[in-house]
């Protein structure tokens, strides 16, 4: 490197990457900067005024401890801004001590730098989005594939360290950005193999080939039948819900046996499991109730002449009260649409208003190992071992943080329940996000954590902290606004 060059820009350790950076710009992660030959973290450190929403806690009746030792009734110091200890061996940016009711606790804050990460996406629909296994892609790299689904679900899984670094350079940037825009709850546009294009993003109805979804199944076809099929007795001889998984068929469902309604003489289509339940009525699509059909008397066989009878009424629905139609058979009979009383209007509308907003879920899901560990204690693994016997408390961004069973720190966060914009990125490329270990001091120093480090919360409240609800939008004041070139 030139010394004149050298001279005028710093160093900066925050990443492998090890960036130079001239005065008045930024490293190539956008997340530290070169101010009059300073270092700075553009993001400031976050603290949560209230953990109301992202930590539960007791209202003060109750004296006794409950578990809970993050203790949401006071300010909590997060991650978010507080620098990273990767690949140092040093401690982590912030050991915060506080006296709560009278047990001195600490909270230890790191931004890790995870490569072993990715998210897992809930999308609440029943129209077919993809194959399981199918790739997701965004600019044409594949980033993820189609998981197994869930009741009333599409589940994504995107990202992994394969996708970040055992792939193209191209592939590596894509996955990134796109993970970090979907747990800062931007909107992500991605294709998948032979399936749907869909627009997701946290908290909000996915958009499916265009078209915004509203509405989340009230369950399955037979699900269906069984929550109304009193409501239809007496106004309908025979109810079908179509379904994609299972296909509802009210007079030959356990729920209509006991309400005494009549066979009817229905023919379905595909194979029948149990009375009054149909698997593979059709092919997965977009259309009535997940299938691919949007005449649903294609997935009829002709009524038998024995049992069935002129003007016999039949009303056909999705398993989202979306699609709805009204039948009645004529002397061949064979189905004739016809204008629905109000009452059948209003039972279509019925389980339209049990049916919750579909909505897009982002969970975060990272790998917490390394110097990440190192930053919290001398000995490592005591720290995994007192995650493991919950005399550690895992969060990330204040949000509470689900720790998955068996070795290591792997955690799970919905993006939700964090403050907006707390992950960020190196170039590596991998995912910078927010954790925190909060334990009693006793408890740290047997771990063997750094304690000559530990700092009161007092020394670290200034008036450059940023103070946020969990969940809580950016600051419009936040320093990533100064007028720097990139």
Not at 54 to 69: I, K, M, T, Y
Not at 210 to 225: D, F, H, N, W, Y
Not at 243 to 250: A, E, M, R, S
Not at 314 to 341: C, F, I, K, N
Request: glycine share 12%.
């Amino acid at each position: 490197m030139n010394e004149a060059v050298t001279a005028e820009k710093i160093r900066c350790d925050a990443c492998p990457v090890m960036c130079y950076i001239a005065d008045g710009r930024a490293g190539a992660c956008d997340r530290y900067a070169n101010h009059a030959g300073v270092l700075v973290r553009l993001d400031p450190l976050t603290v949560l005024q209230s953990g109301a929403v992202a930590v539960p806690f007791l209202d003060g009746q109750q004296d006794d401890w409950d578990g809970d030792v993050i203790k949401g009734n006071r300010p909590f110091i997060t991650a978010v801004g507080a620098g990273t200890t990767y690949p140092d061996y040093k401690p982590a940016p912030f050991i915060v001590s506080q006296a709560v009711e009278g047990v001195d606790m600490v909270t230890v804050v790191t931004e890790g730098i995870f490569s072993y990460c990715g998210v897992k996406v809930k999308i609440d629909t029943d129209r077919h989005i993809g194959a399981e296994r199918a790739y997701v892609r965004v600019d044409g790299e594949a980033i993820g594939h189609v998981m197994t689904g869930e009741y009333g679900s599409s589940m994504l899984s995107l990202g992994g360290v394969l996708h970040l670094t055992g792939g193209s350079k191209k592939e590596g940037r894509v996955t990134c950005d796109a993970l970090m825009r979907l747990c800062n709850r931007e909107a992500v546009e991605v294709s998948i193999d032979d399936g749907a294009v869909v627009i997701l993003q946290a908290g909000q109805a996915p958009v499916i080939n265009g078209v915004p979804e509203k509405l989340m199944r009230v369950g399955c076809g037979s699900a269906t039948i069984g929550m109304f099929a009193k409501q239809w007795v007496g106004h309908v001889d025979e109810v079908v819900v179509v379904d994609d998984h299972i296909t509802g068929v009210l007079s030959e469902h356990q729920a209509g046996k006991l309400l005494d309604v009549a066979p009817t003489g229905i023919k379905m289509k595909g194979r029948r499991s149990t009375p009054g339940r149909y698997f593979q009525v059709a092919h997965p699509g977009t259309g009535w109730g997940g299938t691919d059909v949007d005449d649903p008397l294609t997935i009829l066989n002709p009524f038998d002449a024995k049992v069935a009878w002129p003007g016999l009424r039949m009303l056909m629905v999705s398993t989202t009260g979306e699609q709805w139609a009204y039948y009645e058979l004529d002397a061949g009979l064979v189905p004739r649409a016809v204008e629905a009383p109000a009452v059948i209007r209003a039972s279509a509308e019925r389980i339209a208003e049990n049916c919750e907003p579909s909505v897009c879920s982002v969970l975060f899901m990272g790998g917490a190992g390394g110097s990440l560990r190192a930053g919290v204690t001398t000995n490592p693994v005591r720290l995994t071992q007192s995650v493991k016997a919950a005399l550690t408390r895992v969060s990330c961004g204040g949000a509470q943080a689900y720790v998955w069973p068996g070795g290591g720190i792997t955690v799970m966060a919905d993006v939700m329940a964090m403050p907006l914009n707390s992950f960020g990125y190196v170039p590596t490329p991998a995912l910078v996000a927010p954790i925190e270990f909060t334990l009693r001091l006793s408890d740290y120093a047997a771990l063997g954590g750094h304690l000559d480090h530990v700092q009161p919360v007092e020394a670290v409240m200034g008036a450059a902290v940023r103070r946020v609800e969990p969940g809580e939008g950016r600051d419009p004041q936040d320093a990533r606004n100064f007028p720097w070139g990139r």
